[in-house]
Every structure is written in structure tokens, then in C-alpha cells.
């Protein structure tokens, strides 16, 4: 009874045992203390009863910090001070940025009853736009008018009053807040706002565009597209319209040459990703049927030249970092991997802190690579079935260095004096791929009928993967070649392992259940060891 | 306190928070964790991880989704554990067989049958347990699900361990009695 109670209890199933961690008491109050004290360790945080025990390190917070904490909540509160003062404060004058553009543009304006505008861009084709003045009460955002239609449109804006006061002889006839309220209306989801931000003076009617050759330039010297867009926003702070599907700048004040920027960075494998396009139309609608379309960008295409293994690059060009993003020094390693004793901890630290590694290889065994450079010389190295972290010094050359910083010793049954991963070591240097096709033990087991020496098998099975996964050299000079293989089990890593020691031949081990099989060459076959 | 409460807590205050979230939710994932390191790890690995999860959910949690803070909590205690135990099993030469892993695992035809069965089971039993009432209850758990000695229980409910022993004796008679009432036999 008491047994089949407990068993059940401990086979229950999720449900129950949520039920039960809702109801009953799982620890004493001591238990819950101590909890309490190592999660707040865990955050960096101080408790006046914390206990250390073991290994851990608690980290007091220096005193200075409290200083920072007070002259922040100063600044703070300074800076909100200064903002609400410059609020209530008379406005000014809007500032007229001058942004980075390459091209030279002037404005020619004419006060008659037809309006022409020429703009010369010595990187742009020539644009003429000619409006009649007596239809302008409906013409769209490009429309220049004489400073007369201020008198006409009483609805007109701040802008065109100071212009006014200034004595200018030109104002740009802009859209009315009825007019910007009504286009966001009709555009859900949508803001405008580079003419919002006109229409409350914060710049100029005239604030120059960003033009297409510009965005060219950026896009060829820029890897992702929220790098792109950063750029383009700091030549054209206010984009026309920002809605929920991309951003639009209008190249020319009219929605028929627009730059599209859609910056769904989460979805590359559904719709592309981050994504430029260049749209030209003739009726003011960038997304009807008759509109072209040249894409300028985009983060799909751009992944595809990226190989999956290559993980920080592929996430800089997806827009989730950036190369000056700081990279794990051999120091910090060895501090990391000698603050624990486990190699899950000491991994999780380094992976939390350095989220991308350089290189990601799954192929059986799951290795990645922290270069501590830029070009991948140095290396931290982290193999997670065998549970081992090491330097790499040199990886391309034949100086090659290895340190050892953590290493799990249970795959290997003892402590070997050297850990090679010499396929990994290969495929650095780049005299083998990833792409191997590794066996499972049923194609060893086919391969060694075939063979009646132990070299015969150990040529066939060198000759399937030209490279030993790991090779360990044992204090007594024994050499061992472990070779991966595909198991049908989802988290098991099985080796084959070559001895040079007769005594072991060529072994079959199972790590999961601690299975140990030695190739007979009278049978042909592996036999279990026990 | 209620979970609108806590994260009001976290937002205003993050240290107040943790605490309030802490003395919510610290039992919960602690019963979760314990339920899949039971066999793998020790009382020291369970509480480790247990405040793991516990400031992961304070750094991670964002106050403003609408999702449920319990639910938070329960999936980030269930996944945190998984992982220690992979890789606790890794340290010692085992792998988890592929059936532990609830989160991956898809039950079969044949095995559909037998977790339903044996999920009721289990329902069954937590109930007539519950309906021994207080302290007996606690006590059948403390022994028979976290594993606890007569002294460990004893000191958790603030009893003495001689009368945590007769009552788990006259408690488990009474729970084979009604068990056996509805026809089942263990």
C-alpha cells in the first residue's frame, strides 16, 4: 500500500502536481530563507541574512554605488526639471537641421498664378512638378503655392505664419490637421509623421529628403536593415508615414516614389524578414497592382549567403546585434569556468553573457565556437554531449595551443592526459565540412561482417570519416579515436572507439545506458563487454 | 495577494516584488522541480534550482504582458529542470530516456490509454488524501510525495514526530479503506 501510494505520487501527473504545489507547504521556512537568500545572490542583490555555503561567491555591492544610485535619481530629476521648463517655455523658432546629403538641391519658386517647381539634384534625375494655383484646395502633398493662398486657406499653419512675419516670398502649402487626421483615418494604423511634425514646427516645410542614391550608398555599406534604417532615419529624421505594416519615405513630397521599409525583423522565414523596396507608381498608390517594385534589401536573400553554423553573423544581418558588440576574453573564461564546479553552470554563464556564439556546428555532437578575436585564431570552445570548454589558441596554424579549462571525464571512464577534437580542429583549418554523413551503429554492424581483422574495420571506418571526433591519449599512452554516431534515441551520443591497444579494439559504446560492445573479428561481430 | 498585486509590486518596487513574488510562488516551483529531480538531484540542487527560477522570472518577466504569472512561473520551473536534469545525466554517464521528457514527448496510441488511466489514478488518490483533512493530509503528502522522515515532517508542521508516525498510520488505514470503498486495490 505505502509503495503503490508513493509510486503513484511520484508518477503524477502534471495536473496532480501542480495541485499539490498549490496546496501544500513543499519546505520549512529555513528551506525558503535559504532560497530565498541564493535567488537574490543570483540577481546580484544583498540580503543582510545571507548564508554562503559552498562554493559560492556572494558579491557585495561596493558603496560607491549607492553614490551612483542618488547623483541618477538626481540627474533624473533634473533633466525631467529642464524638460517641463522648455515646455512651458515660448516656443521658438524651428531649428533647420543640416543633415549629411550628398546632393546639391535648389528650389526655384515663382509667384505667379502657375506655380513651377524645379528641383536639380546632382544625383537624382530632374523632377518638375507644375500646379495650378486655382485647384490647389485639393492637390496633393507636392503642391507649391504663392504666399497669397495663405490668406485663401485659413486653416493654414504656424509655419506659414512665421513665414509671413519673416517677410519670405515662399510657403509651402502643407496638409491641415483635418486633412493629416483624415489620411491616418483611411491608412489604419498609421501616423504621418514628418508632416505632423512640420505642422508643430518642430522642422521646416523645406527639410530636405532622402533621395534614392542616397539609399543605395547606405544600403551597400550596411549589413542589416535596421542598420539601414537607422541611417536613413539620421538624413531624414520624420518619415512620411510610419504605419503597422512598414515605414514609407516619399522621395519627391508624393506618394509615387516612396522608399518601403518593412522591419519585421521576427519573421525572416515567413515573409523575408527586414526588407527595402523601392516602389514607383502613377496613381499615389504604392501598393496597387500597376505599382513597380525593385527590392533593395532584403535580410532573406542576404541570410542565404550565410551559412546556419555562422550564428552572430546571421543574428547582426537578422538585426539583433552588431560587430562592435563585445566579445569573451580568455581571462573571463578561465574565471568563469573556475568560479564552478559544473559544467552546465559554467556554460550557462557564458552563454548568457555572450548570447551568439561566432560558430554553432550540430552534426551528432553539438560544438560551438566564442572567437576572442575578430578573425577566429583564438578560440573558446564548447563541446556540450561531452561537457568540455576549451581555449584554442592559434586554431589555423600547426602552433595550435589547447587549454583546458572544464571537462567532463565521464564519457572517457577516466581522466585522459589529452582531449584532441580533432574533426572540430579540422573543419577550422577547413580540410573537412561539417556536412559529413555519420553512420549509425546498424551500418557499423554491416561494415564489420565485411571485415575479418580489427584494422580492416578500423581502415573502412577511418576512410566514412576521415577525421576522429575526439582523440585521447590515457596516462599509460594508450590512444583512442572516438567517432560519433547518429542514434535513433533524440539526446543519445553513441561512439565508436579505436584503440590502439589491442587489449580494447574497436569498441561500441552507448552512453546512455552505458552499453559496451568489442568488435570479434572470428564472428564478425560486436559482442557486449562485460 | 494576487497576481495584478504582485506585478503592480514589481513595478513600483522591484525588491518588494521579489519578495511578494517569492512568497507566492516559491512553493509552486520548488513542488514542480522537486517532481522531476526527484531520483536525479539532491535537496541542495532542488533549492538551487528553485531560486534560479525564481530570479530568472524576476529579470525576465515582463509586468506589462497580460500572461499569467503563475503560468510564467511553472513553465520556467518545468524547463529549468529539464535542463538540470539533462545535464546532471550527462555528468553521470545517463540520459534521460525520451518518455521523461514530458515537454518533447507525444504520446503513442498504445500509451494514451494507460496516462489517462493512470492520470485519474493519481487525481483519485490526491483526492481521498485531501479529504483526510488536516494534519493527516499534509502529513501523506510530506512522506509520500516529497519523501520527507517523521522528524522532517514533524518539524515543518510543528508537530511532534511521534504523532506525525501514528497519525500517517491511522491515515493511510483510512485512506485504503475508501479507496478500497470504490473498488480499487493497492
Redesign the interface.
Known sequence: ??K???N?????????????????????SN??D???N??????N?QSDSLEVSGTDIVRRSPAIQRFFLVAACVLVVFGAVIGIMKLKAPKRRPIIDNPVIIATATTATQTTDKTTTVTVSGEEKVSKTTVNRSTSTTSSRSTVTTSHTSAVRNSNTTTAKQDKNKNTTTTEKRMTEQEIIEFERNNYASCMSRERAILKGIIPADTPRVTLDQVRRIISESLSCREIEAKIKAINKYEDLTAFYGTEYWLDGSRNRIIYITDNYMAVENNGGGMITYITSTNGDPYSDSAKKEILFSTAEKLKNIPESHQRERMIVEGFGNYEAPRVSADEARAICSKYT???DASNEIKNRYYYPDRLYKNVLEVCEYWLDDKGKDILLINY?I?CIQLIFNADTDSLRREILMQ?N??FGETPESVVFTHHEALIRGKTSNDIERLYYSDIKKLAAGCSTTDELAEKIRKEYRYADITTTSADGTRKEYFALRSP????VDFLILSDNEEYGIEYLE????IRERFNPGTRQFEAVF | MTEKDIKLKLKCSP?EG?RAL?DEY???????I??IL?GTGSRTDV??C???V??DV??NYDTSRETSLKAYV?TTAKRRAI??K???N?????????DE??E?CIPSDDNVEA?TE??D???I??KKI?ELGEPD??I???K????RSSAETA??LGINPVTVRSKLHRA?KK??KALTDMGIT?
Open positions: 500500500m505505502k503503490a501510494v508513493r503513484i505520487l511520484h508518477n503524477a501527473d502534471k495536473k496532480t502536481v501542480c495541485h499539490i504545489a498549490e496546496k501544500y507547504k513543499a519546505a520549512d528551506t525558503a535559504r532560497i530565498y541564493k535567488a537574490l545572490s543570483r540577481m542583490l559544473r559544467f552546465f554531449d561537457g567532463n565521464a564519457v534515441m533524440a539526446y543519445n552512453i546512455g545506458s552505458n | 525588491e521579489f517569492f516559491w512553493s509552486y516551483a520548488y513542488t514542480i522537486y517532481s526527484r533549492e538551487d528553485t531560486a534560479d525564481l530570479s524576476m529579470m511553472g535542463d538540470m539533462r545535464s546532471m550527462t555528468h553521470t554517464a545517463r540520459n534521460i530516456p525520451l521528457d514530458t518533447y496516462e493512470s492520470s489514478i493519481s487525481a488518490i490526491l485531501e493530509a499534509s501523506v503528502i510530506q509520500y510525495f516529497y519523501d518539524r515543518l493511510l485512506l485504503k493497492l
